[in-house]
């Protein structure tokens, strides 16, 4: 599949290129093209140069949490529920505990420290896949929850609207939090549709409604507090449960009397090879995402969806927003840039600025978390983890722009 999708990219920019150079006179295309190549090429080893230092070193602590027995107590609470949507994962593997470090990372906005953990998780869960070349169940299952992302507290995107001028950054917090929520509900019900899991069960419902009530009481609290007081509070409050997931590691290897300094070496020389291995699929997907974008195609697909939102007599208000919304699953960088100008060109108080900051936290870059997470583990045929994680997008995408017609 990202196969046939990959050389799609290609192929259309070179026919936009083509139409532009001989009809419309444009014989700059072909430069910015070329130029697109280079700088995307330059921008993913950039990418994982920065990325190998994080990799190194939550790597590292996971591995003294493995050996404090810390990531073995967090597998074992989840373990009735991943037993159920994951059976082919047996209760002792090191990768339940890595996954729900990776999701938990990800529900707090840490995209840094997610990552290595998913990562390591891929690899654990390689170990049980018979077919190396083909994603496994569970693999397909864990991609889709992590290129859905629920997020509860979207720093990053609260300061960049406070550094912008918003005059109530954290507005867009409670869209945000609905949004990702059923973009992740409505990943999960597909793959389990695909996979014929029997969700509908006392213990699958039970962390389902558990869920619904965390992000349920989680509103109510951010939503309680006073405007001015709410950036800073997801801030402090996402910054000191990262801190408190490193003190605890540390803590709890000193109490089991692990040399935790050497075992945190073992865990980041590991991230290292996992930071060398991913440059050539980060080179593949960002190159085929920037020549898509140089030939103008993106272009032409959002003037499409404005014309065809105008016939139907939809309100296209929202649609000086829908770069963002189209970029989201192919490059977060290329998003955010595209968040960042509607904020700039708009006002990051106007109605495109804040559809957009909802769309850019409602869901995650789908085929740029494919690539690297499954090119770290070799996969080339990834199942239905890529229409999965499209229907996602969609879900979350729409439910983007519909509550941020209901919230501004």
């Known amino acids: ?15 936009m290129a083509l139409y532009r150079a ?10 910015e093209l070329v130029n697109a190549v280079f700088v995307s090429s330059k921008t993913a080893f950039s990418i994982a140069l920065n990325l190998t230092g994080i990799l190194c070193f939550w790597l590292g602590l996971l591995k003294v949490a493995e050996a404090s027995g810390i990531t ?27 996954m729900i470090m990776n999701i938990a990372a990800n529900m707090l906005g840490l995209d840094n420290a997610a990552t290595p953990m998913g990562l390591k998780a891929m690899e654990q869960l390689q170990t049980l896949n018979p077919k190396k070349d083909t994603a496994s169940d569970a693999q397909v299952l864990f991609m889709v929850i992590n290129t859905s992302a629920v997020t509860l507290i979207p720093i ?39 996979q014929r899991l029997n969700i509908f069960n006392r213990v699958v419902m039970s962390y389902l409604l558990g869920f619904a009530a965390f992000i349920g009481a989680v509103a109510w609290y951010f939503e309680s507090l006073p405007l001015e007081e709410r950036l800073q509070m997801s801030a402090a409050w996402g910054n000191f449960i990262l801190f408190a997931f490193i003190i605890s590691f540390i803590t709890a ?14 865990g980041a020389k590991e991230g290292f090879d996992i930071a060398v291995r991913i440059i050539p699929y980060l080179v593949a997907m960002l190159v085929a995402i920037a020549v898509l974008r ?6 032409i697909i959002v003037l499409s969806f404005e014309n065809f939102f105008n016939f139907i007599g939809i309100n296209t208000d929202f649609v000086p927003a829908l770069p963002t ?20 060109t708009y006002g990051a108080d106007s109605f495109p600025a804040f559809v957009s900051a909802v769309v850019q936290g409602s869901t995650e870059t789908t085929f740029y978390v494919l690539a690297v997470y499954f090119g770290a583990v070799k996969i080339t045929k990834i199942r239905s983890a890529l229409p999965c994680s499209l229907l996602a997008d969609f879900v979350g995408i729409t439910s983007a722009i519909i509550l941020a017609y209901l919230f501004y």
């Open 1 to 15: 599949m990202l196969n046939i999708i990959w050389v799609a990219f290609f192929i259309s920019a070179f026919l």
């Open 22 to 31: 001989l009809f419309l006179g444009d014989g700059l295309v072909w430069t």
């Open 72 to 98: 073995q107590l967090l597998a074992k609470a989840l373990y009735p529920l991943f037993k159920r949507i994951m059976p082919s994962v047996p209760e002792n593997s090191p990768a339940l505990s890595s």
């Open 156 to 194: 990053t995107i609260l300061m960049y609207r406070a550094e912008l001028g918003a005059s109530n950054p954290s507005a867009v917090f409670m869209p945000i939090l609905f949004a990702t929520s059923l973009s992740t509900l409505s990943g999960f019900l597909a793959v389990a549709w695909v």
């Open 253 to 266: 290897g000193i109490i089991r009397k692990v040399n935790v300094y050497e075992t945190f070496i073992q």
């Open 294 to 299: 140089a030939s103008g195609v993106l272009n």
């Open 325 to 344: 919304a189209i970029l989201k699953p192919l490059s977060g960088s290329g998003a955010r840039a595209m968040m960042i100008e509607t904020m700039q």
